[in-house]
């Protein structure tokens, strides 16, 4: 008899693997990314943003069928994994001068969101190249920040979704369980964070950090 499992933060009941099992049975013709998005419309299982959790549902299907509780269609398609087989920025010819002096010199400054832009590559190129953990490809919501002055970059920044367990920051928080799962969307982890090494400007990390883009409201 199916057990109750707990997958991502979802209790999957033995009521919902028989669920399942007819689900399978009834559609023989579909794959699993086809019956994974079937189930997350029949479960309303959605993100925040209201896009289905087809990704982290086919996570669910497996665990099930590893498990031996449901039984998938056999692979249609093996599909290249973007984070294995990614190539690593290339770097980008730059103006190297240093940049010195107090913070007023280079006001103002323009911090642009640069995902999914013409800019996008450059900031990978310098994370990789200038940050000691180099470039790593997000996973999930993430947003990237170049800070310009004068025209030139001068400052990397990159968001990504919060984790979701986390104890020094939920006891801190004061979040209990169910508290954590309702508001962890409204939270952002700074994956990245660098200042060019050829920028010495005092205090000028934390001018970027204050910046009205990256405090909430």
């Known amino acids: ?12 009941t033995a009521g919902d693997v028989l669920f399942i099992r007819h689900l399978i049975a009834q559609n023989p013709h579909l794959s699993r990314r086809r019956l994974s998005a079937r189930l997350c419309e029949a479960w309303q299982w959605k993100q925040a943003n209201g896009a289905l959790r087809d990704m982290v549902c086919r996570g669910l299907l497996l665990m099930l069928h590893r498990a031996g509780e449901i039984e998938l269609p056999a692979v249609r398609q093996v599909s290249l994994n973007p984070f294995v087989r990614r190539e690593k920025p ?4 730059l103006d190297m001068t240093p940049l010195t002096g107090p913070l007023a010199n280079l006001r103002p400054l ?46 990397c920044m990159a968001w990504s979704s919060a984790p979701r367990h986390l104890g020094s920051r939920d006891r801190h928080i004061g979040w209990s369980s169910e508290a954590r799962r309702r508001n962890i969307r409204f939270v952002a982890y700074n994956t990245r964070f660098l200042i060019l090494p050829w920028v010495e400007v005092p205090h000028l990390a934390s001018h970027i950090l204050g910046h009205r883009r990256f405090v909430a409201a």
Not at 1 to 12: D, H, L, S, W
Not at 90 to 93: D, F, H, K, L
């Open 1 to 12: 008899m199916p057990v109750e499992r707990k997958y991502r933060g979802r209790t999957v």
């Open 110 to 155: 323009s911090v642009r969101q640069v995902r999914k832009t013409s800019d996008e590559s450059l900031f990978n190129s310098l994370i990789e190249h200038h940050h000691y953990l180099g470039y790593e490809q997000p996973v999930g919501e993430h947003l990237k920040y170049l800070i310009w002055s004068q025209g030139r970059p001068i400052a």
């Open 90 to 93: 290339q770097p980008v010819p």
